[in-house]
C-alpha cells in the first residue's frame, strides 16, 4: 500500500507541476510576440527535468530561461512567422480551377508546409538542450527531420493532435501544452543522447 501511495503522490506532483508550467506558459505567451521565447523555456524545465538536475522551482526556472533565451529565440519566431505567413497568404491566393497547374501547386505547397512544420518541431527541444547561435539551431532542426524522419512523424502528429484537441475542448489548452512539450521532448532527449554517444 505504502508503494501504491508514494506512486500516487509521484504522479499527481507530476501532474501538478506539468499545470503550472502550463499556466506559466499560457499567461508568458499572451502577448503573442513572446510565445516562442516562452515555448523554449518550458521546453527547457522540461529538459532539466528529464535530465534530473535541481531546479529552484517551476517559477524562478521558467523566468532564469525565459530572459537567458529571449533573444535569440524572438529572432527565429520573426523569421518563422514570416515564413508561415508567406505560405498562408500563398494558400489564401491560390484559386483551384481544377487544372492540372493548379494542383500541381498545390501538391507543392502542401509538401512546402509539411517541410516548414517538421523544421518547426524539432526547433524548440534543440534551443532548449544546445547552446548555439540561431543558424545552427536552424541547421541543426533541418538536419534532424531528414536525419530522423519517423521522430519527426511521431512530433508532428502529437503536435497536431494536441491541436486537434484544443479546437474540440478548448479548455485543454490549461495541460496540454505542457503535456506536448514533455513527450516531444523525451522523444529527442533520445535522439540527442544517441547522437552524444555517437
Same mark, same amino acid.
Given at each position: 500500500?505504502?508503494?501504491?501511495?508514494?506512486?500516487?503522490?509521484?504522479?499527481?506532483?507530476? %501532474?501538478?507541476?506539468?499545470?503550472?508550467?502550463?499556466?506559466?506558459?499560457?499567461?508568458?505567451? %499572451?502577448?503573442?510576440?513572446?510565445?516562442?521565447?516562452?515555448?523554449?523555456?518550458?521546453?527547457?524545465?522540461?529538459?532539466?527535468?528529464?535530465?534530473?538536475?535541481?531546479?529552484?522551482?517551476?517559477?524562478?526556472?521558467?523566468?532564469?530561461?525565459?530572459?537567458?533565451?529571449?533573444?535569440?529565440?524572438?529572432?527565429?519566431?520573426?523569421?518563422?512567422?514570416?515564413?508561415?505567413?508567406?505560405?498562408?497568404?500563398?494558400?489564401?491566393?491560390?484559386?483551384?480551377?481544377?487544372?492540372?497547374?493548379?494542383?500541381?501547386?498545390?501538391?507543392?505547397?502542401?509538401?512546402?508546409?509539411?517541410?516548414?512544420?517538421?523544421?518547426?518541431?524539432?526547433?524548440?527541444?534543440?534551443?532548449?538542450?544546445?547552446?548555439?547561435?540561431?543558424?545552427?539551431?536552424?541547421?541543426?532542426?533541418?538536419?534532424?527531420?531528414?536525419?530522423?524522419?519517423?521522430?519527426?512523424?511521431?512530433?508532428? %502528429?502529437?503536435?497536431?493532435?494536441?491541436?486537434?484537441?484544443?479546437?474540440?475542448?478548448?479548455?485543454?489548452?490549461?495541460?496540454?501544452?505542457?503535456?506536448?512539450?514533455?513527450?516531444?521532448?523525451?522523444?529527442?532527449?533520445?535522439?540527442?543522447?544517441?547522437?552524444?554517444?555517437?
Amino acid at each position: 500500500m505504502n508503494i501504491l501511495n508514494s506512486r500516487f503522490l509521484h504522479y499527481t506532483e507530476k %501532474i501538478v507541476d506539468l499545470f503550472l508550467l502550463n499556466l506559466l506558459w499560457l499567461i508568458m505567451c %499572451i502577448p503573442v510576440i513572446t510565445i516562442f521565447p516562452a515555448t523554449v523555456s518550458m521546453y527547457g524545465v522540461i529538459r532539466k527535468w528529464t535530465i534530473g538536475q535541481e531546479t529552484n522551482g517551476i517559477f524562478r526556472t521558467f523566468f532564469l530561461l525565459f530572459r537567458e533565451c529571449f533573444l535569440q529565440s524572438f529572432g527565429i519566431s520573426v523569421l518563422w512567422a514570416a515564413l508561415g505567413f508567406f505560405i498562408y497568404i500563398d494558400f489564401r491566393i491560390l484559386h483551384l480551377d481544377g487544372s492540372l497547374m493548379h494542383l500541381l501547386l498545390l501538391g507543392i505547397l502542401w509538401l512546402l508546409s509539411l517541410f516548414f512544420l517538421s523544421i518547426m518541431v524539432n526547433l524548440f527541444p534543440i534551443m532548449a538542450h544546445f547552446d548555439t547561435n540561431w543558424k545552427n539551431v536552424i541547421k541543426n532542426a533541418l538536419t534532424m527531420a531528414i536525419t530522423y524522419p519517423l521522430s519527426t512523424i511521431l512530433l508532428m %502528429i502529437i503536435f497536431l493532435l494536441s491541436l486537434y484537441l484544443v479546437y474540440l475542448l478548448p479548455l485543454f489548452i490549461f495541460i496540454l501544452g505542457s503535456v506536448t512539450a514533455y513527450f516531444s521532448y523525451t522523444i529527442c532527449h533520445k535522439l540527442f543522447l544517441g547522437i552524444k554517444n555517437y
